[in-house]
């Protein structure tokens, strides 16, 4: 059989969900199988979209929930580890908020929201906007950037992945 884009070469491949005949050069690996380029789109998918009201809502619940457990991203030198726990935890809210939608914008949410319920527990935000030289003393503690760069990373990956 023929490529469906490409009839000059012949294959023995099809798209895992069009069945359309596709060549190596018009492959594209996925967690399933391989696709064709049109099938292979995540945003087409109804998991990636989300309406204005979800990113709305799974933005009010991520920063709800950072700004709630900000803390665990510095509590110890011993206890870094916890910003695993809280970036979980704002992933959950922030899936369960936009209605388990998972695109680029959701995992952005995510995020941010947690970058920034970690800031708020380290520095008031009112001394922040005051004195924004302020930020700077956040790098000069490395554990604390640590539990925030955990807590970024387990954040976003929990709605990337799980």
């Known amino acids: ?14 798209c895992g969900k069009c069945d359309q005949p596709i060549c190596p050069s018009c492959m594209i690996a996925g967690p399933v199988g ?6 292979s789109r995540q945003n087409l998918d109804a998991i990636m979209r989300g309406s204005p009201r979800q990113y709305l809502l799974a933005a009010v619940w991520a ?8 803390w ?36 952005i949410i995510a995020g ?14 009112a001394v922040l906007l005051a004195r924004p030289e302020v930020l ?11 539990g925030l760069g955990i ?3 387990f954040s976003v990956m929990h709605v990337r992945y799980i």
């Open 112 to 125: 941010v929201a947690a970058a920034a319920g970690s800031v708020a527990w380290t520095m008031p935000p």
């Open 136 to 146: 700077v003393s956040l790098l000069t503690n490395p554990w604390t950037l640590v």
């Open 34 to 39: 391989v696709r064709c380029r049109d099938c």
């Open 63 to 70: 920063f709800g929930s950072a700004l709630l457990l900000g």
């Open 1 to 14: 059989m023929q490529c469906a884009r490409h009839p000059q070469v012949e294959t023995f491949v099809r």
């Open 151 to 153: 807590g970024v990373v």
């Open 72 to 107: 665990l991203t510095h509590v110890s030198f011993f206890w870094f580890w916890l910003g695993g726990v809280y970036g979980y935890a704002v992933g959950e809210a922030t899936l369960r908020g936009g209605g388990r939608k998972r695109g680029l914008a959701m995992q």
